[in-house]
């Protein structure tokens, strides 16, 4: 069965500093791999996907996550974070027919 | 083109009453699926289908059925309601592949008392 590991709960950033946001997985074969941000209130938007190819990925809002097939992780990054950014955000897994999330980390940013 | 439909937006149920969310997509995708979000429990899975007349049970279905008779509605039963399973529901859809993400509607939250 396939599973998603998010070790940090929660993050506080300050406006401007980069960010990272870890993610882990198991499965058995070349995963397709997501990263979904929720506002306080909101549904999940999706940043950024990942299922081959390049292993750097470009998504929407400035995000990019790198896949790394030996550590079995999917990162999330940005250069420079933004008041607006301050959410929630969840790494996900497609497989075996279905899509399988971590529990979140929460994303504060601080002036 | 609406995406994926939720309703109700708001539902309060006494323990023990039954209901129905609804779920609507127009996008023609054959995956659907159905969430509970708690906090720091992230989204589980409660049921899932991969097309018209076919379902299967997710992480957490318990108390919950599913049915898939179109494509297009994935309707959850909740068949007598516990203070357990207050939440917040998502309806998600996607195309059969996987690989292009799934889309979500905008929640129910529900509050048993």
């Known amino acids: 069965a396939q599973s998603v590991t998010q070790p940090d709960i929660h993050i506080t950033v300050s406006e401007g500093a980069s960010l990272e946001l870890r993610c882990n997985y198991s499965?058995?074969?070349?995963?397709?791999l997501f990263w979904y941000v929720q506002s306080p209130g909101q549904g999940l938007q999706l940043l950024l996907k990942?299922?081959?190819?390049?292993?750097l990925v470009q998504g929407i809002k400035g995000f990019e996550a790198e896949f790394k097939r030996s550590q079995s992780s999917f990162n999330l990054r940005k250069p420079s974070v933004h008041w607006s950014d301050a959410a929630e955000y969840f790494c996900?897994?497609?497989?075996?027919?279905?899509?399988?999330f971590g529990t979140g980390t929460r994303l504060t940013i601080i002036p | 083109n609406a995406g994926v439909t939720q309703t109700p937006k708001f539902q309060v149920l006494k323990t023990g009453q039954s209901m129905t969310l609804q779920c609507a997509q127009d996008?023609?995708?054959?995956?659907m699926s159905w969430y509970r979000q708690d906090p720091g429990m992230g989204l589980r899975l409660i049921h899932y289908?991969?097309?018209?007349?076919?379902?299967d049970q997710g992480e957490v279905p318990n108390g919950y059925n599913v049915s898939r008779s179109t494509t297009e509605d994935f309707p959850l039963r909740l068949l007598s309601a516990a203070p357990s399973q207050t939440s917040v529901y998502f309806c998600?859809?996607?195309?059969?592949?996987?690989?292009?993400?799934?889309?979500f509607g905008s929640g129910t939250r529900l509050t048993v008392v």
């Open positions: 990942y299922f081959s190819g390049d292993t």
């Open positions: 998600a859809s996607s195309y059969s592949s996987g690989s292009s993400g799934y889309t």
């Open positions: 996008m023609n995708h054959e995956y």
């Open positions: 996900a897994i497609f497989g075996n027919e279905k899509l399988t």
């Open positions: 499965y058995g074969a070349t995963p397709y």
């Open positions: 289908s991969v097309g018209a007349g076919i379902t």
